[in-house]
């Protein structure tokens, strides 16, 4: 019966929230952006540029929370030259030691975030900050709990990749579709909004890595009977460094998906 | 349970085979939400399937007696070969036509690639050394 008590905490926390904040409807919203980094020097002044821009040209208020897992390449120390130029206010640095997977690395963002309203995102440039005013409203028109940007549908689409590439993406997203019916069109997609509270329902929830936990997130969702909005996005694979898809990439998907299957 | 009806559907039109009736009508309502919460997919598949699987047998090997006129028999039998195949067919075509339609973001890439340019030219300004 755990599923209906969820529910139910999830709506009291958004009772609450809409009490408290019915003057300033617009100004009480903010919205953390989590980007965990590993060897991203390159790209995270640029990320965090574009979401300055975007963020700035909207007029939503937010904060960049930055989760180092002790990249060897310097990331950090750029990211601590972005904090001095854009505000500590906006650029929050939680660095942790080492690298410890992305799971751990949302819980420790979302520990420090003040939004309540949480974005995640890759910091490899595939995710472009341009979609994020329309994610924000695309949650406030539905009062979505998550919104999951989609390669899928709409206007979505790649950028990138070759026949190889797209025929693994739409196979496997097509087996998944007909064996989890998640009720979102692009699973494995790391581009979204959550409720902060939802959020940190789903993290605690999850137990899978990789591709396999960005589904698991939809899925659990799923149970604990969240609404889920979707925008359109086009994801440019990344410019600097390398993209992979090998064997192994597609054994522990498989493994994950069918763990999903015979257990959610 | 309005919110199960999407997930739970053809559970859902189950419950209302034995509603009908008259099968133990509260017993059915009050486990069905536990039920429907704790099934898993892998249990609604192996559930569908062996419903098909029971509506097949009785009508191939005519289980119950019902002695129905030859002509269904010959029309169940190759049924589980049939609907596979109809699936199988219905997955390609599926998979195919939207890896053909997937779209190209060219515009995208190129808008991608400007940006990179100004916000490096601009973070330099800021004093940003990379």
Not at chain 1, 202 to 208: A, I, M, Y
Not at chain 1, 209 to 238: H, N, W
Not at chain 1, 256 to 261: A, E, H, M, N, Q
Request: net charge positive; glycine share 10%.
């Amino acid at each position: 019966m755990q599923h209906f008590r969820c529910l139910y905490d999830v709506e009291d926390a958004n009772m609450a929230s809409r009490r408290g904040n019915t003057k300033t409807h617009l100004q009480s919203d903010k919205y953390s952006v989590l980007l965990p980094t590993y060897n991203e020097r390159e790209n995270l002044p640029l990320i965090v540029w574009l979401l300055v821009k975007y963020f700035g040209e909207s007029g939503y208020n937010y904060e960049i929370i930055v989760i180092d897992d002790g990249s060897p390449d310097g990331t950090l120390q750029i990211a601590e030259q972005l904090q001095k130029i854009y505000g500590s206010d906006k650029i929050i640095l939680r660095p942790r030691a080492q690298k410890l997977g992305l799971g751990t690395a949302y819980i420790h963002g979302v520990k420090h975030a003040t939004g309540n309203f949480v974005i995640i995102m890759d910091a490899d440039l595939s995710h472009h900050p341009k979609f994020i005013p329309q994610f924000i409203e695309k949650q406030k028109e539905g009062g979505y709990d998550l919104v999951s940007g989609t390669r899928y549908s709409g206007d979505g689409g790649v950028y990138g990749w070759d026949l190889r590439r797209k025929l693994i993406s739409r196979g496997a997203n097509f087996v998944t579709q007909v064996l989890l019916r998640p009720g979102a069109s692009d699973l494995t997609g790391s581009f979204r909004l959550y409720k902060k509270e939802v959020l940190e329902k789903l993290v605690e929830r999850c137990v899978s890595k990789g591709y396999v936990f960005q589904m698991e997130m939809i899925v659990r969702a799923r149970q604990l009977d969240c609404t889920i909005g979707e925008v359109p996005i086009s994801f440019v694979d990344r410019v600097y460094g390398e993209s992979k898809l090998g064997g192994n990439e597609i054994v522990s998907f498989l493994k994950g998906l069918l763990t999903l299957f015979a257990t959610t | 349970m309005s919110h199960h009806t999407f997930r739970h559907r053809g559970v859902i039109k189950v419950r209302c085979l034995f509603e009908s009736g008259g099968f133990c009508h509260s017993y059915f309502t009050l486990l069905c939400p536990i039920i429907l919460c704790t099934m898993t997919k892998l249990l609604e598949w192996v559930f569908g399937v062996s419903l098909i699987g029971i509506a097949w047998g009785l009508v191939t090997f005519d289980l119950l007696d019902l002695q129905l006129p030859p002509q269904y028999k010959d029309v169940a039998w190759p049924m589980p070969i049939y609907l596979l195949v109809v699936f199988g067919c219905y997955s390609l075509a599926t998979v195919g036509y939207r890896v053909a339609t997937f779209n190209d973001c060219e515009d995208a890439a190129k808008e991608l690639q400007a940006q990179i340019k100004e916000a490096k030219g601009e973070l330099k300004k800021k004093g940003l050394k990379m």
